[in-house]
């Protein structure tokens, strides 16, 4: 900071006395590389006070030296008031931003806290820093440190890291979410290369860019589509390419890539730009050291995440029903949680298993790619640049698998106090025979925390080529157990006999797991009759249509034995997929109804009679049949826009309402959703309700298959309107509402499927809970509910 005594470090800590839920954060002086000198406590609700030992041994004085208010009608602005030398509090500076987001100083000119935005605890810290210890002559006086008395090597690094103001602020990332990674990556080369005076951070970020093969690059973007994400939890880009399109060592250039724009995020969070525009930057060695400490601190988050296995859930209950506390869904989600916010700079693939009940987790990593790590190092001390060759690069590169693993081992223990021992393993590809395992640790919990978490907070300071993680976690060397998990619990349910708990029993209306399955046996006779007469239909339609139509009598009348000879009240319904059995129960309101499978050559051979009167134009005739097949399959989507099609055709547009508003109250996935507001639009636009019939093309995901249609429709709709432009997303679903329609999934959808899966993880049926995991990935787009999805598999 501009008032910053010169040679001093300052900074914040957290938790590092133990549990304080008033603690925000400590005020920190670091005096040389292993002490720090307290100056002030940061409280959660908006004080701070002068301190000299940690609250738990010095109580805090009774009034505050700063203090943070809100405005009563607006908390997104306040006032920071701090205690002048008379006592009374006085006004210093205004604020705008939230402490639960973010927060900055509000100013007429500039200020170090007007330029970049900081979270609550480290905000205030630095207002403290610049309104309470700075401003006071004495107490910097006082506490500077004659220049010759320090550290060479600390005089250097304080120097290169100091933050310089520019003339005009640099967005170093301009273009990477809208070009072609290869152009944004050569634009910002020719920005650097053309401009007068480079800033520190440009031209870091040139070195690192100019590291990429761009020839190449573009060749493997010929050959796989890529797409540059933003993972706001991790503050970490996210590069999207189809792995099946290119070879182990383009893969590994991509994943490198990303390693380096990751790094370059890095360094703009730590001068507080983030991806805004940076107003000030370190010099290029500075931004060398702040690169290097990225890769270096990973372990610092080992302590974070093991203050967190006490702390709230926030998945558990993510829809009506609660999970067990410290079962398989608060354990695994907990764990997804932690490892789904963690800023490790390079791909972090992943899988995990865990049996709670045994106490017992398992992570497997992919290793790093070593071409990731940095060509060149700034040595401070010396003040020299050192190029690494590829050895040492080998070395960085196995140093920080090490320090992955150990914060991956915290995360598991940070799950639930019931996980006692785990396993990470570290893979590497392994060509056609997948992935192989190059390294295997196992850390009981109790050695973990008394051996492994103090060392953890030490290796951000010592040197990567030492390799001092990867030497200790020689001593956790150890082979894995072939599985973590009983194998009962991946069964799918046509080998699966287990009873369900009366609560599961209620949601899917089964009382056992094999009621739940939708498929046949792959040698059941009567499909292999419905693919002779599709071949006889081919030859002979009419008499291939006598056999769909026998077959179909025949089939019915075994469902017709089945029902009666069933104890309780039953329906038989056919699900064409596992999804739509999940679903199946929110059409039903007698929790007491089972749901018996209709054969799957029931459905086929009935839509084969449909098919046949739709070809031939004879719709009035196929009404009746394809009701026939709705009501055999009442929550499947193929049966709704079958009857959709036909009434659609016979000009019935009012029932053709009614059965795609039926399908939107059902319907979870984006391109079903999209088919029935496409179709309810039309419907509604020959039924003159045309505000409606035009929120329903708006409201038409892009990029499904019936979304260029609904674009040319809804612009046929709007000339004829005489409206220039759609609707806003917000607009067309307060317009629906209006008509009784809700935003698919609806609630009932979303909660059946999320405590279907909260319940059926944690009574060990993962082979149906990973159907609804998945389906609310696809939906919510939550990271930790694929990382979930896939433990389960």
């Known amino acids: 900071m501009p008032e910053q005594p010169a040679g001093r470090s300052y900074g914040v800590v957290w938790k590092v006395f133990g549990e304080d839920p008033k603690e925000s954060c400590y005020v920190v002086e670091f005096v040389g590389k292993s002490h720090i000198s307290l100056l002030g406590y940061v409280s959660v609700s908006g004080e701070v006070y002068k301190v000299d030992g940690p609250v738990q041994k010095v109580p805090l004085p009774k009034n505050p030296d700063m203090k943070l208010i809100l405005d009563e009608s607006d908390s997104s602005v306040g006032e920071i008031l701090v205690r002048g030398a008379n006592g009374a509090m006085r006004a210093c500076a205004r604020t705008v931003g939230s402490p639960e987001g973010a927060m900055r100083e509000q100013s007429d000119h500039e200020t170090w806290n007007s330029s970049r935005a900081l979270p609550y605890g480290e905000f205030m810290a630095s207002m403290f820093l610049r309104y309470v210890i700075f401003a006071d002559p004495k107490n910097a006086l006082a506490n500077t440190v004659p220049a010759d008395e320090l550290d060479e090597g600390i005089k250097n690094t304080a120097n290169k890291i100091k933050l310089v103001k520019l003339p005009e602020p640099v967005e170093v990332f301009l273009g990477f979410n809208t070009a072609p990674l290869p152009d944004a990556i050569e634009t910002l080369l020719y920005r650097v290369d053309h401009a007068d005076n480079p800033s520190g951070i440009e031209r870091y970020a040139a070195a690192l860019m100019s590291e990429v093969d761009l020839p190449r690059l573009r060749t493997i973007a010929a050959k796989s589509e890529m797409g540059l994400a933003r993972i706001d939890r991790s503050k970490l880009f996210y590069l999207n390419f189809d792995r099946s ?148 690069r080998a070395i960085w590169a196995a140093e920080h698998d090490a320090r992955v693993a150990l914060t991956l081992a915290a995360a598991c223990f940070a799950a639930g106090a019931s996980i006692t021992r785990c396993y990470v393993q570290i893979a590497a590809p392994g060509g056609e025979q997948g992935e192989r395992i190059i390294a295997t640790y196992s850390f009981g919990r109790a050695a973990y925390l008394a051996n492994c978490v103090p060392a953890a907070k030490n290796f951000e300071s010592m040197d990567m080529d030492d390799m001092p993680c990867k030497r200790m976690l020689e001593a956790y060397e150890s082979d894995a157990p072939d599985a973590i998990e009983p194998a009962e619990v991946h069964a799918r349910p046509r080998d699966d006999h287990r009873s369900l ?160 508003r039926h399908g939107l109250r059902i319907a979870s996935d984006r391109s079903s959703i999209g088919y029935l507001f496409y179709r309810l639009a039309f419907a509604y636009w020959n039924c003159d309700q045309l505000e409606l019939a035009l929120a329903c093309y708006r409201l038409v995901p892009r990029g499904e298959e ?60 993962f082979f149906l809970a990973r159907v609804c995991i998945f389906q609310m990935w696809r939906t919510m787009g939550n990271d930790e509910l694929g990382s979930l999805s896939r433990s389960l598999g």
């Open 245 to 392: 399109l290119l070879d182990q060592d383009e893969i590994d250039m991509l994943l490198a890539i990303e390693c380096r724009l990751n790094r370059l995020s890095g360094i703009l969070e730590r001068i507080g730009a983030g991806l805004a525009p940076a107003a000030s930057s370190p010099s290029l060695e500075g931004c060398a050291l702040f690169d290097a400490w990225h890769i270096a601190k990973t372990t610092n988050d080992v302590p974070r995440l093991l203050d967190t296995v006490s702390s709230d859930n926030p998945w558990g209950k993510p829809g009506t029903v609660a999970c067990q506390p410290g079962g398989e869904w608060d354990v695994r989600t907990r764990f997804a949680r932690a490892v789904e916010a963690l800023n490790v700079v390079t791909r972090l693939d992943y899988t995990y298993r865990a049996n709670v009940a045994e106490g017992i987790m398992l992570v497997r990593f992919g290793r790093s790619v070593v071409d990731a790590m940095p060509r060149h190092e700034y040595d401070a001390q010396d003040d020299v640049w050192r190029e690494l060759d590829e050895d040492v």
């Open 501 to 660: 708990p009366p609560a599961l029993r209620d949601l899917l209306l089964a009382d056992t797991a094999d009621e739940l399955e939708v498929m046949e046996e792959g040698d059941d006779p009567y499909v292999a009759r419905v693919a002779e007469l599709r071949e006889r239909a081919k030859v002979d339609r009419a008499g291939a249509f006598e056999g769909f139509s026998r077959l179909v009598e025949e089939l019915e009348a075994k469902c017709a034995v089945a029902e009666l000879l069933a104890t309780g009240p039953v329906q038989t319904l056919f699900c064409d997929n596992q999804l739509v059995r999940m679903v199946l129960p929110v059409m039903e309101e007698d929790r007491s109804v089972r749901i018996l499978r209709a054969p799957d050559a029931l459905y086929f051979a009935q839509h084969e009679i449909c098919s046949f009167y739709a070809d031939q134009e004879d719709f009035e005739r196929a009404l009746p049949e394809v009701r026939h097949l709705y009501d055999l399959a009442r929550s499947s989507m193929q049966s709704h826009f079958a009857l959709i099609n036909v009434l659609a055709r016979l000009e019935r547009y009012d029932e053709v309402i009614e059965v795609a």
């Open 706 to 765: 019936s979304g260029s249609n609904a674009l040319e429709e809804m612009q046929g709709l709007m000339n004829e309107m005489g409206v220039n432009e759609p609707p806003t997303f917000e607009e067309a679903v307060e317009t629906i509402s209006k008509a009784g329609l809700e935003l698919p999934p609806v609630p009932a959808v979303s909660n059946q499927l999320a405590d279907a899966a909260v319940q059926l993880v944690d009574n060990g049926f």
